[in-house]
T-cell receptor, first 108, second 116 residues
Framework: GQSLEQPSEVTAVEGAIVQINCTYQ??????LSWYQQHDGGAPTFLSY????GLEETGRFSSFLSRSDSYGYLLLQELQMKDSASYFCAVYNFNKFYFGSGTKLNVKP | GAGVSQTPSNKVTEKGKYVELRCDPISGHTALYWYRQSLGQGPEFLIY????????DSGLPNDRFFAVRPEGSVSTLKIQRTERGDSAVYLCASSLTGPRNTGELFFGEGSRLTVL
């Protein structure tokens, strides 16, 4: 089976840095993606790691350690518009398995 | 259109009724997914199409659920004899070939199904 664990909620202030962790157990693994979803909206793609290491895309970075079955999403220079839910998702055997999501609250 | 389009955006039905949800993927995308999302949860995989065929339908919860993609573009998710537990947002996503290399799916806004 598949399981992904991430914190249910994180709060941070505007301008700060926040890290959202994701640990997973899966039979078969091709990569780990991160998605952002605002309330009532569609999930939107942020980042993907197929290999170990850090991927940087603007204010967002994502890290993967395949040996530790662990990844994280790092958000820098937080803005109010970053308040949303963030999902890690494991890709294997043709499909993504999503975690339950981390609700990020950004306060002024 | 530029993005994935889903209709209806909202559907309210009575227990036992039949429902169809439609997905129009991004033009040229061969991979199409259906997911279901309940409040406070992550998307749950239902079915994956590559072209016209269902490459993986292991997520369909039971035989009341069925999906088609007859011409390799638009897909319809069909739910028979709806139950209150079917209430959720049904998300459709597409990818150019398959997301293995890029990890990216393009999601629609979803169809919110409420079964009374």
């Amino acid at each position: 089976g598949q399981s992904l664990e991430q914190p249910s909620e994180v709060t941070a202030v505007e301008g700060a840095i926040v890290q959202i962790n994701c640990t997973y157990q899966t039979s078969g693994f091709y990569g780990l993606s991160w998605y952002q979803q605002h309330d009532g909206g569609a999930p939107t793609f942020l980042s993907y790691n197929a290999l170990d290491g850090l991927e940087e895309t603007g204010r967002f970075s994502s890290f993967l350690s395949r040996s530790d079955s662990y990844g994280y999403l790092l958000l820098q220079e937080l803005q109010m518009k970053d308040s949303a839910s963030y999902f890690c998702a494991v890709y294997n055997f043709n499909k993504f398995y999503f975690g339950s999501g981390t609700k990020l609250n950004v306060k002024p | 259109g530029a993005g994935v389009s889903q209709t209806p955006s909202n559907k309210v039905t009575e227990k036992g009724k039949y429902v169809e949800l439609r997905c129009d993927p991004i033009s040229g995308h061969t991979a199409l997914y259906w997911y279901r999302q309940s409040l406070g949860q992550g998307p749950e995989f239902l079915i994956y199409f590559q072209g016209t065929g269902a490459a993986d339908d292991s997520g369909l919860p039971n035989d009341r659920f069925f999906a088609v993609r007859p011409e390799g573009s638009v897909s319809t998710l069909k739910i028979q004899r709806t139950e209150r537990g079917d209430s959720a947002v049904y998300l459709c996503a597409s990818s150019l070939t398959g997301p293995r290399n890029t990890g990216e799916l393009f999601f629609g806004e979803g169809s919110r199904l409420t079964v009374l």
